[in-house]
């Protein structure tokens, strides 16, 4: 009782961004080992451009989202140095939900081939530039690390607070 949760569309946005996150780093971690100029790798390739745009695409809805709706204020049982590091961490988890795609994206479009999404091909505005295509693959690659970082310190965070039997805290986030 009296547990001031998030609202259900941030949650719904939350699970299914965290669902297809895990799986966009699967995929990519995957994809990268396959053989160059094969089928499959194009195909798991066009299949990581498309999900990662879709999840740009959500991230923008989730931070629009996030100014036109209510977040919950921490409860008191949360000192303020966790409550720091829950805000900082959610801040930074959102300019990474923005910084992975789009420097995949940047990167993607000096390979010299259209980007598709979804099959649809998307406005060509880059070129083959085999040197900047590295330069943003590069900065792909950190902010992979980065992000995955981060995505697993805030894991652990929501675990502590499970293992420290503050249920409460977890249902904020849950259906
Ligand atoms: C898969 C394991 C995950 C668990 C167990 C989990 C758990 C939680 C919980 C319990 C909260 C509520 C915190 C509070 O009480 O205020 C929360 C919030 C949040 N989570 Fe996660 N999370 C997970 C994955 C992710 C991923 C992959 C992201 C990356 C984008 C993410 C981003 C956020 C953000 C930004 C918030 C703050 C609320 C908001 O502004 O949307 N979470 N998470
Ligand atoms: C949030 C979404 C995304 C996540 C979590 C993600 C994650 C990753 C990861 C983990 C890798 C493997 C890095 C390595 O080990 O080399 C990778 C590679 C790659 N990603 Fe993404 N990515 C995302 C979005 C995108 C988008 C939107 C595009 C392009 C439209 C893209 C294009 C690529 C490409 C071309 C590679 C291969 C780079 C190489 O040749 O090493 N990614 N991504």
């Given amino acids: 009782m009296g547990i001031k949760r998030y609202n259900s569309i941030a949650v719904a946005i939350h699970w299914l961004m965290a669902i297809l ?35 740009a695409l959500l991230a923008l809805i989730r931070l629009l989202w996030k100014f036109i709706s209510v977040s919950p204020p921490l409860p008191d049982d949360v000192t303020s140095i966790q409550k720091k590091a829950a805000i900082s961490t959610h801040n930074l988890l959102y300019i990474m939900m923005f910084v992975q795609p789009i420097s995949g994206y940047i990167s993607s479009s000096f390979a010299g081939y259209k980007t598709k999404f979804w099959g649809i091909p998307l406005p060509h505005w880059g070129w083959k530039s085999p040197d900047l295509n590295q330069l943003f693959t590069t900065i792909h690659q950190i902010s992979a690390l980065f992000f995955g970082a981060l995505i697993l310190l805030h894991v652990a965070g929501a675990m502590y607070h499970l293992h420290k039997k503050q249920f409460h805290l977890f249902k904020r986030m849950w259906f």
């Fill in 21 to 55: 996150l895990i799986c966009m780093f699967i995929l990519g971690i995957y994809m990268v080992d396959l053989p160059k100029g094969s089928d499959e790798r194009s195909w798991f390739f066009a299949l990581h451009k498309s999900m990662g745009l879709t999840l």
